[in-house]
Each structure stands twice: as C-alpha cells, then as structure tokens.
C-alpha cells in the first residue's frame, strides 16, 4: 500500500485540532488490524470524555469524503461501513466527519466549535441542527 496522503478536509479538521490544543496523531496506523486512522486522539486527553465514556484505544477521528459514501446519498460504502465495525470491536471510540458536516460548519460557529460539539468535549453543548436534505442525484443533461 502507498503512503496516505490526507484530503483538504482531513487537514482543515487537523487544524482545527490543533487550535483546540488536542494532542492527536495523522494517519496513526492501528497495529492489530493494520487500518490507518485519520486521526488518533489519545483517551488520556486533558480534554477527552469522563473515564466511563473514554475508550481505552483512544478516539479513532475518521474525515470521510465523498468516496467513502453511495454516489447521491449519505449512505457509507460498504468498506467504509466494514473499517467503522472493527475499529469500534478493536476498543476505539470512533467519530465519523462526513465532509458535508465540515463544509456546514460555519453555521455552527466554526470548525473548532463544531468538532467540540462533535466529541462532546461540552457535556452541556446543544446538538447541532439539521441539515438540508441531501439533494436527489441528477443524471447529466442528454448531449445534443
């Protein structure tokens, strides 16, 4: 396999990380199953979930791009599905950002505010509010 070169995403969410001076590491590579995850927050973070909700391998940060869905949908591929079920069986507190979250997160108040909502860092942060529903795919227009 090549060495992972990180989406324009995963380093925006990276960024935002690392303003929230959350120690992580990119394209951690799990020994015992060989996945590569995204991002790695360790559990022991000042700044992680109480104890009861921290997951001893730490939290597994996946930044999931349109290949990582069905063409037209939110719906994960079936790998993606596959990779989110072992590194949840493996002990990782998995957090999926699906890109059409980070592109709306503006309107949350920010990337940094959304990823804190999105670890539930703020126990008493509200949820976010919906989206719009995902657009129905349009085939391309016939050539004349």
Known sequence: ???????????????????LHLP???EACDAASGYSVDLLL???????????????????IEV????????????????TALKRRHLTALGYH?????????DAAPQWGGREAYLVRKLQLQRDAPPLPPLP??????????PP
């Open 64 to 79: 999931d791009g349109p290949p990582h869905f069905l063409l037209g949908s939110r719906t994960a591929t079936g790998s």
């Open 133 to 142: 529903p995902w657009p129905r795919h349009r085939k391309p227009p016939r």
């Open 42 to 60: 360790d559990a022991r973070s000042p700044l992680a979930p109480p104890p009861a909700k921290a997951a001893p391998a730490g939290w597994a």
């Open 24 to 26: 992580f590491r990119e």
């Open 1 to 19: 396999a090549g060495e992972a070169r990180p989406s324009q995403t995963q380093r925006l969410v990276a960024r935002s990380l690392r303003n």
């Open 94 to 102: 998995l957090v999926s950002i699906p890109y059409w979250e980070c």
